[in-house]
């Protein structure tokens, strides 16, 4: 069975500063990785995904994600963050089940 | 497209009621997954179908609670008898490989 471990669960940071979110993941088959951004009130939106190929991968609103097979993680950065930001971030895993386990979130709370 | 619809956004219900949640997947995915997000236990997958078809209902808290998905265009989710321990946001999102798509989800609360 797949689970996902998100290793802060609040992140507070200064506008404009750089932001890293951790995420292991546990698996012992083919894993691919989600980030998903949660507005207040709202639903799930994707931010990156890890399905193959090149391990850095870019998503939306500036964000990027490195996948690191040895260290079995899949951690989250933004070179600088906006008050826009502030919002919960989740982290999840799936293989060919199709299936998504996540992770319990992290919040994200940016101070000007 | 209108992405995954989910009806109604908000529900307030007595302890006790039937509650039926639904849910319209975009067209053309073959997925289609009822999550459950509470603060205690974070976000849960509850069932899961893959055209029109359960795979695998293990999420499903009790008897309860049941799905369906009489076609490619509509699920429900259904609460018989609710209890408050029921309040949660309930998610459905469909899927076409590994492109996944999340509802805006119905906030059930129980009184």
């Known amino acids: 069975a797949q689970s996902v471990t998100q290793l802060d669960s609040q992140v507070p940071v200064f506008e404009e500063a750089p932001v890293e979110l951790r995420c292991n993941y546990s698996?012992?088959?083919?894993?691919?990785l989600f980030w998903y951004v949660q507005y207040p009130n709202q639903g799930l939106q994707l931010l990156l995904k890890?399905?193959?190929?090149?391990?850095l991968v870019k998503g939306i609103n500036g964000f990027e994600a490195e996948f690191n097979k040895s260290q079995t993680s899949f951690h989250l950065r933004k070179p600088s963050v906006h008050i826009s930001d502030t919002a919960e971030y989740f982290c999840a895993s799936g293989s060919n089940d199709y299936k998504l386990s996540f992770g319990a979130g992290t919040t994200v709370t940016v101070r000007a | 497209d209108a992405g995954v619809i989910q009806s109604p956004r908000h529900e307030v219900t007595e302890m006790g009621q039937e509650v039926t949640l639904r849910c319209k997947p975009i067209s053309g995915h073959d997925y289609l997954f009822w999550y459950r997000q509470t603060m205690m236990r974070g976000l849960e997958l509850l069932i899961y179908?893959?055209?029109?078809?359960?795979?695998?209902d293990s999420g499903m808290p009790e008897d309860r609670f049941s799905a369906k998905m009489p076609n490619a265009s509509f699920s429900t989710l259904k609460i018989q008898p609710s209890e408050p321990r029921d309040s949660a946001v309930y998610f459905c999102?469909?899927?076409?490989?590994?492109?996944?798509?999340f509802g805006s989800g119905t906030r059930l609360t129980v009184v």
């Open positions: 890890y399905l193959s190929g090149s391990t």
């Open positions: 698996s012992s088959v083919s894993v691919y």
């Open positions: 179908f893959n055209n029109n078809v359960p795979i695998d």
């Open positions: 999102a469909s899927s076409l490989g590994q492109d996944y798509t």
